[in-house]
């Protein structure tokens, strides 16, 4: 079964940066579009930023664009996201998530996505 597993997340300050981590399992990695989405406390899923399956093409949100890279290695079967700059508004549970089957390009909206994984915890504050 499929299976995406988060990790990284912490306690930074702000301007400071974090990479969080997704090791993806029960499907074929290099064959579909991933994403990273988060969750603020009382707020709905937000998507974040996306990447293609050749790990060449990707999109992020206007709010984190120039702040947060996403990236994939296919041999690893892993999902990153390099956030710097960090702000107390980034603070959330970041997940990562796998696209429907034949979707095209990056997807950018959350509901395009079939699979998300636990979470981890990004907390921006000084």
């Known amino acids: 079964q499929v299976q995406l597993v988060e990790s990284g997340g912490g306690l930074v300050q702000p301007g400071g940066s974090l990479r969080v981590s997704c090791v993806a399992s029960?499907?074929?990695?290099?064959?579909?579009?991933m994403s990273w989405a988060r969750q603020a406390p009382g707020k709905g899923l937000e998507w974040v930023s996306g990447?293609?399956?050749?790990?060449?093409?990707?999109n992020s949100a206007d709010s984190v664009r120039g702040r947060f890279t996403i990236s994939r290695d296919n041999a690893k079967n892993t999902l990153y996201l390099q956030m710097n700059s960090l702000e107390p508004e980034d603070t959330a549970l970041y997940y990562c998530?796998?696209?429907?089957?034949?979707?095209?390009?990056?997807?950018?909206?959350?509901?395009?996505?079939?699979?998300w994984g636990q979470g981890t915890q990004v907390t921006v504050s000084s």
């Open positions: 990447i293609y399956s050749d790990g060449i093409s990707t």
């Open positions: 998530g796998k696209a429907r089957p034949g979707r095209v390009g990056v997807p950018t909206d959350a509901r395009e996505y079939e699979y």
């Open positions: 029960g499907f074929t990695f290099s064959t579909y579009a």
